[in-house]
T-cell receptor
Framework: DAKTTQPTSMDCAEGRAANLPCNHS???????VYWYRQIHSQGPQYIIH???NNETNEMASLIITEDRKSSTLILPHATLRDTAVYYC???????????FGKGTLLTVNP | KAGVTQTPRYLIKTRGQQVTLSCSPI?????VSWYQQTPGQGLQFLFE???????NKGNFPGRFSGRQFSNSRSEMNVSTLELGDSALYLC????????????FGSGTRLTVV
């Protein structure tokens, strides 16, 4: 299973872009990068995933480096409701489990 | 459409007892996974079922077991409860094939006293 490394915490001002990095240098060729977030006392929420191309949806953008060893989740205009723990994980092939690290606590400040 | 439903939401049990938690996945989803979340260990994978077959299992003792029914609903059972089993137990569902992310339920908060 690919091991992921994320900063423990980050702060962001409301309305500004939040850029959350993740290192996944051991990711294998058939594993996708997934991002989830967990708001206190709720189950994790799927945000976005990608293999090697950059991806964008209504929630966020995902930038994956060409060597696939790291990625960045971008919340373009962070709001107070984006305050949560953000998890980066890898999954693919015959691996049907998500391995979560400690994640990044993003605090959006007014 | 309805999300992942977990019952009960809260549970208090005594050491040595057993407990059964239930999970109803999103309609059409055939994969159900279970996770344990504690402050110390974070989110840890328990097991994953697809079409009534366990496809993957985490590193938990045999006291933790699960099953999936033909309608994709799943249950997990913990026997001989220990204080350390106190945790938030999360269920997640997905179609089971392809790359669509998992949808998690709100969890069952188990307290062992």
């Amino acid at each position: 299973d690919a091991k992921t490394t994320q900063p423990t915490s980050m702060d962001c001002a409301e309305g500004r872009a939040a850029n959350l990095p993740c290192n996944h240098s051991t990711i294998s060729g058939n594993e996708y990068v997934y991002w989830y977030r967990q708001i206190h006392s709720q189950g994790p929420q799927y945000i976005i995933h990608g293999l090697k191309n950059n991806e964008t949806n209504e929630m966020a953008s995902l930038i994956i480096t060409e060597d696939r060893k790291s990625s960045t989740l971008i919340l373009p205009h962070a709001t107070l409701r984006d305050t949560a723990v953000y998890y980066c994980t890898a999954q693919g092939g015959s691996n049907y489990k998500l391995t979560f690290g400690k994640g990044t606590l993003l605090t959006v400040n007014p | 459409k309805a999300g992942v439903t977990q019952t009960p939401r809260y549970l208090i049990k005594t050491r040595g007892q057993q407990v059964t938690l239930s999970c109803s996945p999103i309609s059409g989803h055939r994969s159900v996974s279970w996770y344990q979340q504690t402050p110390g260990q974070g989110l840890q994978f328990l097991f994953e079922y697809f079409s009534e077959t366990q496809r993957n299992k985490g590193n938990f003792p045999g006291r933790f077991s699960g099953r999936q029914f033909s309608n994709s609903r799943s249950e997990m059972n913990v026997s001989t409860l220990e204080l350390g089993d106190s945790a938030l137990y999360l269920c997640a569902s997905s179609p089971g094939q392809g790359t669509i992310g998992y949808t998690f339920g709100s969890g069952t908060r188990l307290t062992v006293v």
